[in-house]
């Protein structure tokens, strides 16, 4: 055995990393003639596939086609479902008519509600959203039908919420908090959401004070898959993006649950969002949490589930979730620093740690660190000088992204293979000193700046562990030691792939981190490895043959189409029109109308039409003048009061539009209402709203009628671009399709015949 020690133990770790992520989510599914009062995801699918036969953004005409087709679905069950309308704004300062579909389930209990959430309309303007969100949506219907089969009465009542307008600024979900009666009833929310088409489904808890209620609450329910951890949601709650359930967290102080996956981040919001590319297994997964979390909380007490303590949690293996009170993490980090004295003093008493090996053991560490650290860093801005075209990939994640990820999680394997055999001559217990003496450094930042991400103890404790058996032990079992790096593998190995796919490759950097700091816990093991130069030269070989298959797919084709995008704005002050684009590589389509004479336009200018990630035009060129009605301005109301100026203003479009965005010069905006609905404060205040004022999502061409008031010493200006997405079917024009391995570009606005219009008015 001691012969294949070092083969077994090897082995052991591959099969880890390979467990951390199969043993994670459902790897089948169930299928359409499962009992009735079972969870289908065959069954969800049929559901999934009716929402996503076209774009159904706000405003698009399938969108109420979905709409029709989800409140037949409901009364099909016996429920009667009701339609909630009106204006609202997020903020974002997007302006909408929401339309929500609401049933209810009436319970045994006193009106506390548990609420099942998902948005129904898809992104603007070519996502299919079968994934984000037609999956959530499929899953609480599928859910709702097996649950209803049983013909039992749940002791709370159950809110089913199909939201409106949530890809614009979370609309309808504020629409709903703000003014349904049935938001005040409300006691948990289940929002079901994606930001890609695969993968596990990550469980975030959303709480405005302690999650430790939540968290035991959701333990007891016992779903069979639980992926989720402290550390996730202490990220997520850092970044900009938002669910509708942070506006109930916000603005009602209702907690709950988000369920969400995030692989083949390169489908997000594109026409690759389709029924065909929703993995199935992950639709299994979410079906997974709904129906034991549905059945569980619809008949418990959900009138308090607040608390004022917090829990570090974290998944591990055999579905279980480990949790325990962030009250504890300073006496695990203080512990963790005495058996680690401990353990230095018995080494010096046993004359295992010689000071000079401790000090050169901190030389491979810092090495492997600070290179791969870089090559991490500085990954995305190579691939994007050597691959161009994938700066219009604005998710960030390319096609070929695995690829990727893998190549630099084994280069960096690789760096500190061949640093540490230059220090073959240290001896392991010498050489893991200064790698565990670092992560207990981490840990304890961590536990003061970063609490949620103070599982990352447990780990430490098996390497304090492993330090243990190397210092009573001549020589320890490699298998053994193997055994005790399981938990460093399982709670680590996921974030390596986690970072770069949810946050796009540029957060490379976190993998090759990662992979060096879980080496240093694998010293133990790795340090005995007599042979670590054939090693790194076997994983050098891999990750060179990892770029080049990702060489390989570095273009584009049917399954990985390039996005582009292409638009006709009209300067209706000047008479000039040009065509634009915000493709950093210009392809054959584009092409054939930049021509050889696209230039790159004034950013100062163009940037005024609003993006996601503020992408600006790359190219424009000259365009014939078309025959296209600008949007005509009445002015309503211009009053003052004391040192403010009232404008009310009616703009009405003079042809089927769907989007106005409006800028303004005024520095200084008090209030401003459009349609009935106010623009929040917060928003009117915020520095990076610069002169963008609004967009409009228009419905049924409606009109935008504006109430602003500002300093009467300013003269405002507004710049309107009023846009319809119909550049390819709009008879001016004669722009072809798409080829087959193309899709417009997502996140910019698209396909659009865009009429810009200044308007000015004098001082008062």
């Not at 930001?195 to 004070?209: A, C, D, K, Q, Y």
Request: net charge negative.
């Amino acid at each position: 055995m001691k012969r294949f020690a070092a083969t077994l133990s090897l082995l052991l770790i591959a099969g880890t990393v390979y467990w951390s992520f199969y043993a994670i989510m459902p790897h089948t599914f169930t299928k359409e003639n499962a009992p009735e009062n079972t969870f289908s995801t065959e069954r969800a699918l049929i559901q999934v596939r009716a929402i996503s036969q076209q774009p159904h953004y706000v405003g698009a005409p399938a969108h109420e086609e979905v709409r029709k087709y989800l409140i037949t679905g409901l009364r099909k069950m016996g429920l009667t479902p009701e339609i909630q309308e009106g204006y609202t704004s997020g903020n974002w300062g997007n302006v909408s008519k929401a339309r929500n579909i609401l049933a209810r389930i009436e319970g045994s209990g006193n009106g506390n509600a548990l609420m099942l959430l998902s948005h129904y309309d898809s992104s603007p303007h070519s996502s299919y959203g079968a994934s984000d969100a037609g999956s959530g949506v499929a899953t609480i219907l599928e859910g709702i039908r097996a649950f209803l089969s049983e013909n039992k009465t749940p002791e709370n009542d159950i809110i089913i919420l199909f939201s409106d307008g949530e890809e614009l600024g979370l609309n309808g979900a504020r629409l709903f908090v703000k003014e349904h009666p049935w938001a005040k009833n409300v006691r948990l929310v289940l929002n079901f959401e994606a930001r890609g088409s695969g993968g596990p489904s990550f469980m975030l808890v959303e709480t405005n004070g302690g999650n430790s209620r939540m968290i035991r609450e959701f333990t007891k329910a016992h779903p069979q898959y639980p992926v989720s951890n402290s550390f996730m949601y202490s990220v997520y709650k850092m970044l900009p993006n938002d669910t509708d359930l942070t506006v109930f967290r916000e603005d009602a102080d209702i907690d709950g649950f988000n369920f969400a996956f995030i692989d083949d981040h390169f489908d997000y919001h594109t026409a690759l969002d389709t029924e065909k590319r929703l993995d199935r297994n992950t639709l299994e997964h979410q079906g997974s949490y709904l129906m034991p979390l549905l059945h569980y909380f619809s008949n418990t007490d959900i009138s308090n589930l607040k608390s004022h303590e917090d829990y570090v949690f974290f998944n591990a293996p055999f579905s279980t979730l480990i949790s325990y009170p962030f009250s504890l993490i300073s006496a695990m980090n203080l512990l963790a620093v005495v058996l680690f004295i401990v353990l230095l003093t018995l080494g010096i008493w046993k004359k295992k740690f010689r000071i000079r090996e401790i000090l050169l053991g901190i030389v491979p560490f810092l090495i492997s660190l600070i290179v791969c650290g870089l090559a991490g860093y500085y990954s995305w801005p190579l691939l994007l000088k050597i691959y161009p075209q994938y700066g219009d990939i604005l998710q960030g994640f390319t096609y070929n992204g695995y690829y990727y990820i893998a190549a630099f999680a084994l280069f960096s394997l690789t760096i500190c293979f061949i640093t540490y055999h230059m220090f073959r001559h240290v001896r392991p217990v010498n050489l893991f000193v200064f790698p565990l003496l670092l992560w207990i450094v981490l840990c304890i930042a961590l536990g003061i700046y970063l609490k949620g991400a103070a599982f990352f103890i447990i780990p430490v404790y098996a390497g304090l562990l492993s330090l243990a058996l190397l210092l009573l032990m001549e020589k320890p079992g490699l298998v053994l030691m193997a055994v005790l790096t399981i938990p460093a593998i399982w709670i680590f190995t996921p974030f390596i792939q986690m970072f770069p796919v949810g946050l796009g490759l540029k957060m490379m950097v976190a993998s090759t981190l990662f992979v060096v700091l879980m080496f240093g816990l694998l010293l133990p093991v790795f340090g005995f490895y007599r042979q670590q130069d054939k090693l790194a030269l076997f994983t050098g070989v891999v990750t060179l043959v990892l770029l080049f298959s990702a060489h390989l797919q570095s273009g584009f084709a049917e399954d990985r189409p390039k996005p582009d995008s292409l638009l006709y704005v009209l300067d209706a002050d000047t008479g000039q029109a040009e065509w634009a684009t915000y493709d950093k590589v210009a392809d054959i389509w584009t092409s054939a109308y930049l021509g050889e004479n696209k230039t790159a336009p004034d950013t100062s200018r163009e940037k005024n039409i609003a993006s996601k990630y503020n992408t600006s035009f790359s190219y424009t060129a000259k365009a014939p003048v078309k025959d296209i009605p600008a949007p005509l301005v009445q002015v309503l109301q211009d009053t003052t009061t004391g040192t403010d100026r009232v404008l009310e203003l009616c703009i009405m479009p003079q042809r089927d539009v769907t989007r106005l965005d409006i800028f303004t010069t005024l520095q200084h905006v008090i209030s401003c209402t459009i349609n009935g609905t106010s623009l929040p404060e917060n928003y009117l205040r915020e520095p990076k709203r610069g002169n963008r004022l609004l967009s409009h999502f228009i419905s049924e061409n409606d009109y935008t009628e504006i109430t602003i008031r500002f300093p009467t010493d300013e003269i405002p200006e507004f710049i309107l671009y009023e846009a319809s997405n119909d550049l390819l079917d709009n008879p001016l024009f004669t722009v072809p399709p798409r080829p087959k391995d193309h899709i417009p570009m997502p996140f910019v606005l698209n396909d659009a015949v865009v009429v810009k219009k200044t308007v000015t008015f004098s001082p008062n």
